[in-house]
């Protein structure tokens, strides 16, 4: 079953509002390069536990980021799709993915919760399962892409180097 966010990003954010904490509105993925602990949503995903704990250790201010799925995220994979090396049934079971993710324009695909300790995030991150898909597609694509590339480099070697 697959979670409807927009529904809970706005009960995360009446209950925010509702708490002592500050609430620091940022950019999903906007902690991608620092150091993180992910919280282990699969067997507490009470998002109220997260938040009571971020009170505990002392937080003040928690950061709230939610992701909308857009329609340039789908356009930009179908552009990779056009430079990737693939048969042509794949191509088109790909494109038949892509088609089923345009349903999806305009919702939210992720929430993160965060709150720093020590210099350390602890994150509360939901996404959603067709938006888990996307990027296996996306890294799928990716992968073409890549292998198209080193053929490329390879034959720009002018036969000086074995393929092997």
């Not at 329609?71 to 494109?95: I, P, Y």
């Not at 020590?118 to 991150?125: D, G, I, K, P």
Request: hydrophobic residues 40%; proline residues 1%.
């Amino acid at each position: 079953m697959d979670l409807n966010l927009e529904t809970l990003k706005r009960e995360i954010l009446a209950y925010l509002n509702a708490s002592e904490f500050a609430v620091f509105h940022g950019n999903a993925g906007g902690l991608e390069d620092l150091p993180i602990v992910l919280w282990d949503v699969d067997r507490y995903p009470d998002y109220q536990m997260f938040l009571e704990t971020a009170r505990k250790a002392g937080a003040k201010l928690i950061l709230f980021a939610a992701d909308e799925f857009e329609a340039a995220d789908l356009d930009e994979l179908k552009d990779q799709l056009e430079d990737a090396a693939v048969s042509r049934d794949e191509e088109r079971e790909f494109q038949s993915r892509l088609r089923e993710l345009r349903a999806y324009e305009g919702a939210a695909c992720s929430i993160e919760l965060a709150f720093d300790v020590n210099s350390r995030f602890y994150v509360y991150e939901l996404q959603t399962d067709w938006y888990n898909d996307f990027i296996g597609l996306e890294e799928e694509i990716a992968a073409h892409i890549s292998e198209n590339e080193m053929d490329d480099q390879d034959e720009s070697l002018g036969g000086y180097y074995s393929k092997n």
